[in-house]
């Protein structure tokens, strides 16, 4: 370590064992804050399983609301999970997509239709929308990537005083804890517009109203899955920062005058 002068204040520098501790406890607590997700991501599966002894209704009600919202007309169609080489996540029925590209909405019908509602809703989104909409779809895996991108910068060391004249890395420095959780934001935000409509699409089916009561609960169970992934990792990121900003910015020890 040594000692240099800024704006009439000594600093001493940090060692590289102080970076290597900072990194090692801002892992630490970065893990800590992100463990609730394993147990927030069991609840919709959870509900999913539930729904299971109702799904020749969810199935049934599934293909009429993709006639009657018009979207088969627009070339949107279920391929059966079930009989598709595809990943086991949605073979098993634990989750459902839709491929913007293929208009395709991938499921097992067999076991989870009631997830298809939210996939017609993403495709309402992505076909039936407005601008402000399709952005909101066009900006969540970017918004996935700056997330990333900010955890990076979460554990950048800190080599020179807070007093030095701040530029636009020190900014995003500062702020990649909000940075990272605005990122994610938009897809948040696109997935419940996706459920809304998924809602609306069921209800329009004839959905009775019990299952639509179990699809919210489900749903919303999923929302908590997105939103607990931009609230948590972007305090993730923020605590980060502050760790990091602690073992590796110089110390400030005194005025220079002091050491005259």
């Known amino acids: 370590m040594s000692t240099y002068i800024y704006d009439g204040n000594v600093y001493q520098?940090?060692?590289?064992?102080?970076?290597?501790?900072?990194?090692i406890a801002a892992t630490a607590?970065?893990?800590?804050?992100?463990?609730?997700?394993?147990?927030?991501?069991?609840?919709?599966?959870?509900?999913?399983?539930?729904?299971?002894?109702?799904?020749p209704i969810y199935k049934d009600c599934l293909y009429k609301a993709l006639h009657k919202s018009g979207l088969y007309d627009m070339g949107v169609d279920i391929i059966k999970a079930q009989n598709?080489?595809?990943?086991?996540?949605?073979?098993?029925g634990r989750n459902a997509a839709y491929l913007i590209p293929d208009k395709k909405v991938i499921i097992n019908t067999n076991k989870s239709a009631c997830l298809g509602f939210h996939e017609l809703g993403h495709a309402m989104n992505?076909?039936?929308?407005?601008?402000?909409?399709?952005y909101l779809?066009?900006?969540?895996?970017?918004?996935?990537?700056?997330?990333?991108?900010?955890?990076?910068?979460?554990?950048?060391?800190?080599?020179?005083?807070?007093?030095?004249?701040r530029n636009i890395m020190d900014i995003i420095e500062d702020n990649c804890g909000k940075i990272?959780?605005?990122?994610?934001?938009?897809?948040?935000?696109?997935e419940a517009i996706a459920s809304i409509r998924g809602m609306k699409l069921a209800?329009?089916?004839?959905?009775?109203?019990?299952?639509r009561q179990n699809m919210k609960k489900l749903l919303s169970k999923a929302l908590m899955t997105y939103g607990g992934k931009a609230v948590l990792g972007g305090l993730a990121v923020y605590a980060s920062r502050k760790i990091m900003d602690y073992f590796t910015r110089p110390k400030n020890i005194g005025n220079?005058?002091?050491?005259?």
């Open 13 to 23: 520098t940090r060692s590289p064992l102080n970076g290597l501790e900072g990194y």
């Open 29 to 55: 607590v970065s893990g800590a804050i992100l463990s609730p997700l394993a147990y927030i991501g069991k609840l919709p599966v959870r509900q999913i399983k539930k729904e299971e002894q109702y799904n």
């Open 84 to 92: 598709a080489d595809i990943s086991p996540e949605y073979k098993s």
């Open 126 to 134: 992505n076909l039936m929308s407005k601008y402000g909409i399709k």
């Open 137 to 165: 779809t066009k900006m969540r895996y970017p918004g996935y990537v700056i997330a990333g991108i900010m955890e990076y910068f979460a554990i950048f060391s800190r080599t020179k005083p807070k007093e030095a004249q």
């Open 180 to 190: 990272a959780f605005l990122a994610m934001m938009p897809m948040v935000a696109e």
């Open 203 to 211: 209800e329009e089916a004839g959905l009775p109203k019990e299952l």
């Open 256 to 260: 220079f005058d002091l050491f005259s």
